[in-house]
């Protein structure tokens, strides 16, 4: 076996294997399948494991550094590609990142708001973003505080550049299936309530969960989760 067809086994297994996990949480919740898609967070993986991951049949991949983006966008062209962007978006990349992108899931302030619509106004698109919200409250993560949400949800409605499609969290630090549960079930309850007050928004999305407690997601009501380590272990 060569080393290219032992990476190609190693990934296609971990897929096998966190798509039964995904069926699992699923059945258990009583959704379909099909309404929870998978991201693969590849930003801890070079550019061959990505290139497999996605022949696997991964379609969505998802980067939290603009460069990285940029680096394997450039290598990996197909066009049923879709580019995802998780972590913080600096203003100043805004400009060669959007143009790349399928969804922002990490829109947490109004002035990065601002500079995505001004830019998707410039070149003439619309790009779907997600308003990423600090559920657990730890000072090291990121997102937009509970309290200053609304104000945000406002703006981005009257962007005509922006399609704001939901909401994306994560729980706190060290969580596992059981301990991040509350959060993700804080988070669907958060988006049922701005769904509720905010009639002709389409906040559908949740994007949450990651390798460790991507179940207790599902069971609250994720239709994105992002894994990276349980792809790539
Ligand atoms: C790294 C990362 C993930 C994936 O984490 P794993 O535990 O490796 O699955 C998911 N979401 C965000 C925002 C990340 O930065």
Redesign the pocket.
């Known amino acids: 076996m060569t080393s290219d067809d032992a990476l190609r086994s190693r990934i296609a297994n971990n897929l096998e294997r966190v798509r039964e996990r995904m069926a699992t949480a699923a059945a258990r919740a009583g959704r379909s399948l099909e309404s929870v898609r998978l991201l693969g967070?590849t930003?801890?993986s070079s550019l061959a494991e990505t290139r497999v991951l996605f022949e696997s049949g991964c379609h969505d991949l998802?980067e939290?550094r603009p460069q990285d983006l940029w680096d394997k966008a450039k290598e990996l062209t197909d066009p049923n590609l879709r580019w995802h962007f998780?972590?913080h978006m600096q203003r100043n990349k805004v400009r060669r990142t959007l143009p790349l992108l399928h969804l922002l899931?990490?829109l947490d302030s109004e002035r990065l708001l601002l500079e995505l619509e001004s830019e998707a106004a410039r070149v003439n698109l619309r790009l779907k973003v997600l308003l990423e919200i600090n559920i657990s409250g730890d000072e090291t993560k990121t997102g937009l505080a509970p309290d200053s949400i609304e104000a945000v949800v406002e703006k981005a409605l009257a962007s005509p550049h922006i399609e704001l499609c939901g909401l994306m969290g994560?729980a706190g630090l060290g969580t596992d299936n059981e301990s991040a549960r509350p959060y993700f079930e804080r988070l669907r309850e958060l988006r049922n309530k701005l769904q509720a007050k905010y009639a002709t928004a389409n906040l559908n999305e949740l994007s949450m969960g990651?390798?460790?407690d991507f179940e207790a997601a599902i069971e609250a009501g994720s239709t994105m989760i992002?894994?990276?380590?349980?792809l790539f272990e």
């Open positions: 967070v930003k801890y998802a939290s998780i972590g899931h990490s994560m990651m390798s460790g992002r894994v990276g380590s349980a």
